[in-house]
């Protein structure tokens, strides 16, 4: 591939993956909410193997190998498997209607374009578009953690913001140092180990995984 | 070599304690578990405290480090003798069972390990991973009682820190960035390298980098208005858990923002120091706040902690040598204070089974040696003198009256008197009076003993400064401010 068609490959991916976010933010049911999670990591996937290939760099396929195995096998199956088990009612809570969620998520992407720019202008990688996406979809995984009131969809927020800080450590500088990377996977999955753990306890002491019953605690 | 041993001990007597020994066995294994790991720690920081750098492998250890590593050391070892007879009490009142103290001991020792892994690495990556792990590894101690409220504290935990984590682990994407054209090799993320390199590192990187790395990190260390796991997490795990998470683990992240801050201040100097002093103001002002309408003992505490945390972010945004030895000085006193007081705490609220403040009175004259600490704790944490933390928050003060921050001083001032207000008006209360309820002092040894202790060392340090121990505080200073000794 020429240099041209890797560098408009990076941007559609990377832009893609900006799009799941908009779309999950759109999201009013769980299944389709984990399926745009796991569209947003084949992106991920995606974006990683081009970069990869352009820039000839072993490690990034090895990232792009374990993205495929943890962000779009196993932690989704694992979300599925935990919806399963605790019988989750597929419409989630919203504390923001869907037309609020649009406008918040357009002025977070303004927002990052805006603080980004002078990052931007010292970066000469062909990932510079990509790291204004990154800031974007971390933004927007955090919007959603404090948006959504059922437990998956916090936890789903929270991957997103992770996937958009891969996304933004490749742009930068092509991935950081091995081990960094193998620690942020290994903490990302033993993360989402324990969260199911504690998705399971929530289930059992309150009958459901609505997390408005986890607001009890504050002061009087 | 020796570094390697020390993050291993602990790691070695948790995976003991699942041996089937009965609870005797395990009490015996978790207090050799505790002396050995103190022990490695003080032979392994002997030289580093003194000046002696050790640098191998992946290990770097130089006073700041060792600093860090003596207090999670003493005080990771009096909560373990402490925790002996509290969690025996509990498994007598069937609180806990033999399984879940088994695996309290495994997770406590497994969390001292990492605690001692953040502090020791050269690496900016492997302090992160050390503190990510912290995470993990706590949130089961925090979610010990799988009631509501300590699934629903367990929980925003977990969320709250793993996004911190996050925007940390970008904030050493930026780092990395910055330094990977600086520095070659596998060193770019080196501490040392990276103040030496720092004048060459891209300073807008760097200034996005230190934004990242400061709110992520101080969402792990509870500055607002980043704090909300705070609170709920101290008062829902148990005491002993909740004197170790104020009194090292918070300690640890605020670490990782020292290192940063080092390097960021040649680069940017007065960019992550504004950064902190608005961290920390604001700490300040919701600690004081919420210290004053609190009615749970142990909410109460850990805003105060909140406090504590702010102070020393603002000692680290002066940034003169004064501040930055009252901000060290601040840690060390926070560090043994916090314990003490959550360690009262903890007797209180299991003899009156009730963490409401309104509802505890006449502790003094129920259970004699608990009162007796809970003034000398009580007096500790508000800031009065004969105490550490009084010294701290003067050096402070000092520090920014000295860097001509006159209205900073003032706001200080004027704060720390209302915290003082709210605590002693809370504490006091509940020491005085009679009260109904049949409760004595528990008899153990091990309480009685490692509060002793924490009052000893908090009268010590609030009273003395050897010169050695000066000596290791000018060393530090030096570091922080970029120097190398």
Known sequence: MDQILTSNLIDIFAVCMLLSSVLAMASVRMRPLIRLFILQSVFLTAFEFTVAYSQNEPEIYVMAAMTFGIKVLLIPKMLQYIMARIKVDDEMALSVGIPGSMLLSAALIIFSYFVSEPLIITLDTAERNSLVLSFSIMLIGMLMMATRRKAISEVVGLLMAENGLFLGAIALSNGMPFIVELGAFFDVLIAMIIIGIFAFRINKSFDSVDTTLLRRLKEE | MIATIMVLV???????????????????????????????????????????????SIW????????????????SFVTLLYSKDYLRTEWEEGRLNAKEMRWFYLTMFVFVSTILLTFAVRSAALTWIGIGATTLVSAFLVGMYKDESATEAAWKYILLCSVGITLALFGIALLYAASSGVIPGDGSLDWPALVANAADLNPVFMKFAAIFFIIGLGTKAGLAPLHNWLPDAHSQAPSPVSGMMSGVLLNCAMYGIMRFYTVSEIVNPGFASNVLLFFGISSLLVAAAFILISKDFKRMLAYSSVENMGLIAIGLGIGTPLALFGA????????????????????????????????????????????FATVAAGLAIAGAPPFPLFVGELLIISGAIGAGMYVLAGLLALILVFVFAGLVLNIFPMLSGTTDREVSEPVSLLRKGSLALLIVAALFFGLFMPEMVRDVFDGMVLILSGGTI
């Open chain 2, 10 to 56: 602990p790691l070695l007597a948790g995976v003991l304690c699942l041996l089937p020994l009965g609870t005797k066995g395990l009490f015996r294994i978790s207090i050799a578990g505790a002396l050995a790991s103190l022990a490695t720690v003080v032979y392994c920081c002997i030289s580093p405290i003194t000046g002696t750098v050790i640098d191998t």
């Open chain 2, 60 to 75: 770097y250890i130089d006073s700041l480090s060792a600093f860090f590593l003596l207090i999670s050391g003493f005080v």
């Open chain 2, 328 to 371: 060290m000085f601040q840690v060390l006193a926070h560090s043994i204070c916090k314990p003490l007081i959550f360690f009262c705490a903890g007797n209180i609220t299991q003899i009156y089974k009730t963490r409401t403040m309104s509802l505890i009175r006449g502790v003094t004259e129920k259970m004699r040696f608990t009162g």
